[in-house]
Structures are given as structure tokens and as C-alpha cells.
């Protein structure tokens, strides 16, 4: 899912601090990455009055990112095949409102169709408002999802303007086959190069908590059990580039590896996919992003 939500929280990430150094945000996916990911917040802080006149001005950006692979949240949702991953976001005032969607160039469900596939579409509605050094984020996404149930969540967001950006964000899934607690710690942090080149470096560790029938447990022979998952999950790390090619537009490569971070999280990422029985993933693709 959103994004593909850690995949596209890097890549949020990476844009916003640069245009405006101000939002705490939001995967994947929706990887996706990161993924998707992988839709995430990022926090920044304003100070004086140039930080509240650039706050009141609307902005705008649109990405579009090609993956090698779609993971999200330690899960594998696409199979041998790029994935081509959307995304537009508009803001104002600290409100931001993101459509983020996912297309598989080669859908697999247990056979490869060899068609193209638009799999997700994702919208959020976001507010993030900083106090100080502190930010705070909440918000609301809609998971439409093809071939099964759509799942919806809310999630609050607590971030510190520092070296590293720590930024907690709790998500509580409100789909009634899917309830359940997600917990994301994420750190990033960018290095100037030469010609306003930024190396970024992220990292990102969660955890889950199941509330219903569907995220369980499973043994060594990745066997389902009637308990459920509440453990440690997922871990991701990347580093990518940010290459301006002119005020309003840049290209975004990045590389990732996505890893359980307990025994338990091994076997159920493998054992709950439909694609693999493999847990830990390395992909990567670039982003051409614009904003405004």
C-alpha cells in the first residue's frame, strides 16, 4: 500500500525540506519504495516573518516515480516487475491533501498476467503545525485497493527539527477485517554536495500490532497460527540523490533494502505474501519530481 508509504515518505521528504524546510509528512507505498510505498510527514520549523509569509503560500507538487519494486511496510506487493507510482500533492496553511496511486507493469497473483495493472490509488488529507522544535502532524488515508477490500486509517504524527528529523507516526487501521496498530520511527538526514546536489540517507523501523483474523503468526514452515502478529516488523534503509535540473524540477534515484527485524517478522512477511516466501528485499528506481 501507500505508499507505498515508506517509499513515498522518503521522497516527500526529500522534496518539502527542500522547498520549503516545513511540514512534518508522510510510503508507500506506497516504496514502495518506499515504495510505495509506500503514501508520510516530515517536519520542519519557520521562524520570523519570511517563515510566516512562506507558509501562506499555497504549493503544489507532482512525481512520478519508477520502482523496481513495490514494498510496503516490510511486504512485497508486486512480483519481477517495474512499477510506475504517481503522486500529487497540494498544501496551504499546514493543510495538505496527496492522491498517490500505483500501476503494475506485469501483475502477478500466482501466475504472471503479462498486462499492465492500475492496483492502488491512495488519498490523504493531512494538518501539520510546528512549536518550535517540535512538529505535529495528523491525518487521514484512504486506501482503494484493487481486488480487495479498501482500507482506511487515521494517524498522528510527532516529529523534532534535528539533525536527524526523528519523527514518530502512529496509524490505527479502521477497516473492520483489517484493525490494527502501526508504529513507524523514521530518522533522515541530507548532505549538500556541489551543483546543489543533496545526498539523502534515511531509516525507518516498525512495528505492528494485529487486531484481527488476517495478520497472525506463523511458525518456521511458515505455517499460519490463530495468534495474532504483534511484534517489531519491518526495517528499511536508504540513500538517494536529489539532482535539481532547474528551480521547479528534479530527478530522485534511490536504492533501498527493506528487512524483518525480529524472527517472528521473517516468517510472517514471508509467509502472508502471495507473491514470495522472501522477507528481506533490495530495490530501487528514480522519481522525477516538480513542485511549485
Given at each position: 500500500?501507500?505508499?507505498?508509504?515508506?517509499?513515498?515518505?522518503?521522497?516527500?521528504?526529500?522534496?518539502?525540506?527542500?522547498?520549503?524546510?516545513?511540514?512534518?509528512?508522510?510510503?508507500?507505498?506506497?516504496?514502495?519504495?518506499?515504495?510505495?510505498?509506500?503514501?508520510?510527514?516530515?517536519?520542519?520549523?519557520?521562524?520570523?516573518?519570511?517563515?510566516?509569509?512562506?507558509?501562506?503560500?499555497?504549493?503544489?507538487?507532482?512525481?512520478?516515480?519508477?520502482?523496481?519494486?513495490?514494498?510496503?511496510?516490510?511486504?512485497?506487493?508486486?512480483?519481477?516487475?517495474?512499477?510506475?507510482?504517481?503522486?500529487?500533492?497540494?498544501?496551504?496553511?499546514?493543510?495538505?491533501?496527496?492522491?498517490?496511486?500505483?500501476?503494475?507493469?506485469?501483475?502477478?497473483?500466482?501466475?504472471?498476467?503479462?498486462?499492465?495493472?492500475?492496483?492502488?490509488?491512495?488519498?490523504?488529507?493531512?494538518?501539520?503545525?510546528?512549536?518550535?522544535?517540535?512538529?505535529?502532524?495528523?491525518?487521514?488515508?484512504?486506501?482503494?485497493?484493487?481486488?480487495?477490500?479498501?482500507?482506511?486509517?487515521?494517524?498522528?504524527?510527532?516529529?523534532?527539527?534535528?539533525?536527524?528529523?526523528?519523527?514518530?507516526?502512529?496509524?490505527?487501521?479502521?477497516?473492520?477485517?483489517?484493525?490494527?496498530?502501526?508504529?513507524?520511527?523514521?530518522?533522515?538526514?541530507?548532505?549538500?554536495?556541489?551543483?546543489?546536489?543533496?545526498?539523502?540517507?534515511?531509516?525507518?523501523a516498525g512495528y505492528y500490532y494485529s487486531d484481527n483474523e488476517?495478520?497472525?503468526?506463523?511458525?518456521?514452515?511458515?505455517?499460519?497460527?490463530?495468534?495474532?502478529?504483534?511484534?517489531?516488523?519491518?526495517?528499511?534503509?536508504?540513500?538517494?540523490?536529489?539532482?535539481?535540473?532547474?528551480?521547479?524540477?528534479?530527478?530522485?534515484?534511490?536504492?533501498?533494502?527493506?528487512?524483518?527485524?525480529?524472527?517472528?517478522?521473517?516468517?510472517?512477511?514471508?509467509?502472508?505474501?502471495?507473491?514470495?516466501?522472501?522477507?528481506?528485499?533490495?530495490?530501487?528506481?528514480?522519481?522525477?519530481?516538480?513542485?511549485?
Amino acid at each position: 500500500m501507500a505508499c507505498g508509504l515508506l517509499y513515498q515518505n522518503i521522497i516527500n521528504l526529500i522534496v518539502t525540506r527542500r522547498i520549503h524546510n516545513m511540514q512534518l509528512k508522510r510510503t508507500v507505498v506506497r516504496l514502495a519504495v518506499i515504495v510505495s510505498l509506500i503514501p508520510v510527514l516530515s517536519l520542519g520549523v519557520f521562524t520570523g516573518m519570511n517563515a510566516h509569509a512562506e507558509e501562506e503560500r499555497p504549493t503544489a507538487s507532482a512525481d512520478v516515480g519508477i520502482l523496481s519494486k513495490y514494498v510496503w511496510r516490510g511486504e512485497e506487493l508486486s512480483k519481477d516487475s517495474i512499477v510506475v507510482q504517481p503522486s500529487l500533492t497540494v498544501g496551504y496553511r499546514g493543510v495538505s491533501v496527496n492522491l498517490w496511486g500505483n500501476l503494475d507493469t506485469d501483475v502477478y497473483d500466482g501466475a504472471y498476467t503479462d498486462k499492465a495493472k492500475w492496483t492502488e490509488t491512495d488519498f490523504t488529507i493531512g494538518y501539520d503545525r510546528s512549536f518550535g522544535l517540535v512538529g505535529v502532524g495528523l491525518g487521514y488515508i484512504y486506501y482503494a485497493l484493487d481486488g480487495t477490500v479498501d482500507s482506511q486509517e487515521f494517524y498522528v504524527s510527532l516529529g523534532l527539527d534535528s539533525i536527524a528529523t526523528p519523527t514518530l507516526t502512529i496509524y490505527k487501521e479502521v477497516t473492520g477485517a483489517l484493525k490494527g496498530w502501526y508504529v513507524a520511527l523514521q530518522v533522515s538526514h541530507s548532505f549538500e554536495l556541489p551543483k546543489a546536489i543533496s545526498l539523502d540517507l534515511a531509516a525507518s523501523a516498525g512495528y505492528y500490532y494485529s487486531d484481527n483474523e488476517s495478520y497472525v503468526e506463523y511458525t518456521d514452515g511458515l505455517t499460519a497460527t490463530a495468534e495474532p502478529f504483534r511484534d517489531f516488523k519491518d526495517g528499511l534503509i536508504s540513500v538517494g540523490l536529489t539532482i535539481p535540473l532547474d528551480r521547479y524540477i528534479s530527478i530522485i534515484p534511490v536504492i533501498a533494502y527493506s528487512f524483518p527485524l525480529t524472527d517472528r517478522a521473517d516468517n510472517f512477511i514471508a509467509g502472508s505474501s502471495t507473491k514470495s516466501d522472501h522477507s528481506d528485499f533490495f530495490y530501487g528506481g528514480i522519481t522525477l519530481s516538480m513542485s511549485f
